[in-house]
């Protein structure tokens, strides 16, 4: 049968069609030549993510091998890479001397903790401290391992006890300027002065920490901090040889929560007033916590002979449970370490709005509540809310030594309702 014109034209342009797809197919290239369109399938450049692991990098976790190179060289990487880095310091023991983890980093890191790092005990390598991560938005320090300062070999250079110019042993592990920052699951022990150092910093969380050292240690506080804001510890077991935790000036919107806290000196705020231009404590909550022997509870502690005028406020204790603590509530405004300030009586701190709710337990001396204020600035709104703390002893009864503080107290134990 003959085709008419337009069909004609359309078999020519179907046949054109097939032959051209065959061509193509035909130059096509094969196998593991073929090339991929790379730009749909690679991430873009903040959207990558990679490892720095230290034993890649000459790290021996023998105990022995001098460590610092490989791992300030992993930081280094982590640090300048964008997206999601992670510094891996995997099982083994890693002896190191100083450890600078300065920022800014183009991405976030995270510090995986596995291994046990080891701080040496040669005093001479230290400028400052040990390990100084400063100036990093971002951070993430987790894992199982531990940080050991060895200070059982050097507490004894420490002679802060004798004199206020003393030389400083290295702290283990200081954020400085660091906003937004997780320190979750791992240990500190043994630090050489304070375990963990919290500085000009914003946003951080420290969470299922375990913080030992022997109760005799010197200065070895748990978790310091100061000029930082919105700090929050929770779930966190600490036994030292000083203040578990101290907060220091310029803290605000700090939150304590399961902390368990014992030998050590207890949950305190302060010293307050020992430098000049120290600024406000405000807005600190201390919950559901329990101090088992320590030589305070809960505690604010300031010079009489303050270099600063500054301000303590809006502090609330709830829920927290004394076993065998000597001193369970105090506030001390004459606080004088080791008898080597002045006592002039010029306090220059004042000390408000203090709420203690649900403070429960037994006190190993009779003072189960001391609130030694200053007679020219008194403590003013403090409120005891069922307060009931018992002397251990038999000997001796339950009591407290309120001076120059004033506010209220409701359902306490009789012994201790002295405002």
């Known amino acids: 049968m003959a085709l008419s014109g337009d069909n004609t034209l359309r078999v020519f342009l179907f046949l054109a069609m097939v032959v051209c797809a065959a061509h193509a197919a035909k130059e096509a290239p094969k196998g593991k030549d073929e090339k991929k369109d790379d730009s749909a399938a690679a991430p873009g450049p903040s959207g990558g993510g990679g490892s720095s692991d230290i034993s890649e990098l000459g790290a021996k976790g ?15 990487a982590a640090c300048g890479k964008e997206g999601a880095q992670t510094l891996t310091i995997p099982k083994g023991d890693y002896l190191t001397g100083p450890l600078n983890f300065t920022g800014p980093c183009k991405g976030s890191v995270t510090i995986q903790l596995d291994g046990n790092l080891l701080g040496t005990t040669d005093l001479k390598a230290y400028k400052t401290n040990w390990i100084e991560i400063q100036h990093v938005d971002n951070l993430v320090i987790t894992g199982k391992g531990t940080i050991d300062g060895q200070g059982k070999q050097v507490w004894d250079s420490n002679k802060c006890a004798q004199k206020y110019d003393c030389k400083i042993l290295p702290n283990s592990l200081v954020l400085d300027y ?13 630090s050489k002065f304070f375990h963990m150092n919290v500085f000009q910093c914003k946003g951080i969380t420290i969470k299922d920490v ?26 966190t077991t600490i036994g030292v040889g000083d203040d578990c935790i101290s907060i220091g000036p310029g803290s605000t919107e700090i ?5 368990t806290c014992g030998p050590g ?29 320590s030589t305070n509870g809960v505690r604010i502690k300031s010079y009489e002979d303050a270099a600063s005028t500054l301000t303590c406020s809006k502090v609330h ?15 001390d405004m004459k606080y004088c370490p080791n008898k080597i300030c002045t006592k002039n009586g010029a306090s220059k701190v004042t000390i408000k709005d203090v709420t203690y709710k649900n403070v429960t337990g037994t006190s190993s001396t009779p003072e189960a509540v001391s609130l030694l204020c200053s ?25 407290a030594v309120c001076n120059n503080a004033k506010g209220s107290a409701t359902g306490c134990l009789k012994e201790l309702a002295c405002i």
Not at 62 to 76: F, P
Not at 178 to 190: P, Q, Y
Not at 375 to 399: A, I, Q, R
Request: charged share 25%.
């Open 62 to 76: 023998d105990g022995k091998t001098d460590c610092t190179k490989a791992l300030n060289e992993a930081w280094t």
């Open 178 to 190: 660091v906003n937004n920052g997780t320190v979750s699951g791992i240990t500190l022990l043994n």
């Open 210 to 235: 375990t913080v030992t050292a022997p109760g005799d240690s010197p200065n070895t506080d748990g978790i310091h901090m100061g000029d930082s804001s919105k700090v929050t510890i929770t779930d």
């Open 255 to 259: 939150n304590i929560t399961g902390v």
């Open 265 to 293: 000196h207890g949950i305190s705020i302060g010293s307050l007033g020992r430098y000049k231009d120290e600024k406000d404590v405000t807005d600190v909550n201390v919950k559901d916590c329990t101090l088992k022997k």
């Open 317 to 331: 204790y709830e829920n927290i449970a004394m076993e065998d603590v000597a001193n369970p509530i105090i506030i």
């Open 375 to 399: 007679e020219k600035l008194p403590c003013t709104g403090v409120t005891m809310d069922n307060v009931k703390v018992e002397f251990k002893g038999t000997n001796n009864k339950t009591m």
